[in-house]
């Protein structure tokens, strides 16, 4: 991390300077702090490897020459995931009906891990393989809003550039979607 | 389950998720910037051939233009042009189909089904309505009338006209030509606005994917206010369309 005045890491809009000037390396911090949100916002999308990587790595080179049009008082990150997710869109596009790869959860911990937190517990009693069962049955532009606000961990501005929406419809579409997954789960448990 | 709830576990989950492991993109992305033919970024105020520039030099109508930037896109609101060989649609391809494209919907309950009011053009009523809502960019509306004196029966299709309305500026409909040239630039009440008409083909994102249909009428694509754009197919000519949607901003 660089460490340029009185020890402290530059800010992204610091960073963002630089790189507009050509500095390439101060870019590279820009891309290091943003590199693992901008390759999930582009599989998530994708649901491919590859193709999230070449949407991920494209994405950040057009933003570095698009610097010219980042805004002071900008924040970055949700400026280039909008560019992140334009370009897994158009890999998706490009890949047609092919196969996607599906949301799972990780394998059981480890002895070392840490216990789960009282949350990971509540997920645990209420299924979470059902939980994420019931989010793939989702249609596609609910299921992209709650994986972004909520898995993502997005802020609702974020998911709404992300997405190229207005902030209203990221609302409409969150309350719809919680709907859903609200009679699916409850469903399943009056099943289970 | 309450809400809250609900929103707790989500929260939880997301640390869960086997995500592929994160490549390490800083080496590629700064090899790349390093490289000797690398640019730099270009300072504000010396953009040259930006989206805004493109559409600015369309609607004055230099066409030229286009063909030095014919690898550029051309993009109003929703709707992006780009050109692409081998765009002329083959004969078994079918028009526009709303059915396929979204739910029908009352006229009167339209507007509050997208979350904005399109301003439609003056004439008669729309015959349908459905709404179109794709995974990126806003819900649109697909307005269709029926072949009458005034709309002319589009070739090749069974509808008179067919109207899109977008909010924002997600690119939902792609229209693929096979040359810049054949897009023409103009303007709707000095509004950027751009003009079709040869056979091609358009793409559009949907919940099932992205559906492809011919267009085999004209197309008058414009820029209205409060961020909505449009697409209008008709049979009509250049200035009747004008004029229809002129109508519709007044």
């Known amino acids: 991390m660089t460490d340029r005045v009185e020890g402290r890491p530059l800010e992204d809009v610091d960073l963002a300077r630089l790189a507009r000037d050509g500095d390439v390396h101060a870019y590279g911090e820009l891309v290091e702090r943003y590199r693992e949100v901008a390759f999930r916002t582009a599989w998530l999308i994708t649901r491919s490897t590859a193709d999230a990587e070449d949407a991920a790595q494209e994405a950040f080179v057009k933003a570095f020459y698009a610097l010219g049009r980042f805004r002071a008082g900008e924040a970055f990150r949700p400026w280039v995931l909008r560019i992140v997710a334009n370009e897994a869109k158009n890999r998706r596009r490009s890949a047609g009906r092919r196969e996607r790869l599906a949301l799972r959860v990780a394998g059981e911990r480890g002895p070392g891990d840490a216990a789960p937190s009282p949350e990971t517990a509540a997920v645990e009693v209420e299924r979470r393989e059902d939980l994420l069962a019931a989010l793939e049955q989702l249609p596609e532009r609910d299921r992209l809003v709650v994986a972004y606000r909520y898995l993502l961990e997005l802020s609702e501005a974020e998911t709404a550039e992300a997405l190229g929406v207005r902030p209203g419809t990221v609302k409409s579409r969150l309350s719809r979607a919680l709907g859903r997954l609200r009679t699916e789960m409850d469903a399943e448990a009056s099943d289970g | ?250």
Request: glycine letters at 8%; a negative charge.
């Open chain 2, 1 to 250: 389950m309450s809400e809250e709830r609900l929103v707790a576990a989500l929260a939880a989950l997301g640390p869960e998720i086997a995500y592929p492991t994160t490549p390490a993109l800083v080496p590629a992305v700064t090899a790349r910037l390093s490289a000797p033919e690398a640019r730099r970024p270009v300072a504000p105020g010396r953009a040259r051939w930006t989206r805004r520039r493109m559409l600015v030099l369309v609607a004055v109508g230099v066409l030229a233009a286009l063909a030095i930037a014919a690898a550029a896109r051309l993009a109003i609101g929703a709707f992006e042009v780009r050109e692409q060989p081998a765009s002329t649609p083959s004969p078994s391809q079918s028009p526009v189909q709303p059915g396929e494209l979204g739910e029908p919907v009352p006229p009167e309950d339209a507007a509050e089904a997208a979350g904005f009011e399109p301003a439609l053009p003056e004439g008669p009523p729309p015959d349908e309505v459905y709404v179109v809502d794709s995974p990126f960019g806003d819900p649109g509306l697909l307005y269709v009338w029926m072949p009458s004196e005034t709309y002319p029966q589009i070739p090749g299709s069974e509808w008179g006209m067919v109207l899109m309305a977008f909010q924002g500026d997600a690119e939902t409909v792609i229209k693929y030509v096979e040359r810049f040239e054949d897009v023409e630039g103009t303007s709707v009440e000095g509004r950027s606005a751009y003009w079709v008409d040869v056979p091609h083909v358009v793409e559009i994102e949907t919940e099932a994917g992205f559906e492809t249909f011919a267009v085999r009428g004209n197309v008058l694509v414009w820029e209205g206010e409060d961020g909505i754009s449009y697409r209008m197919e008709t049979a009509l000519g250049l200035v009747e369309a004008l004029e229809l949607a002129s109508s519709a901003t007044r």
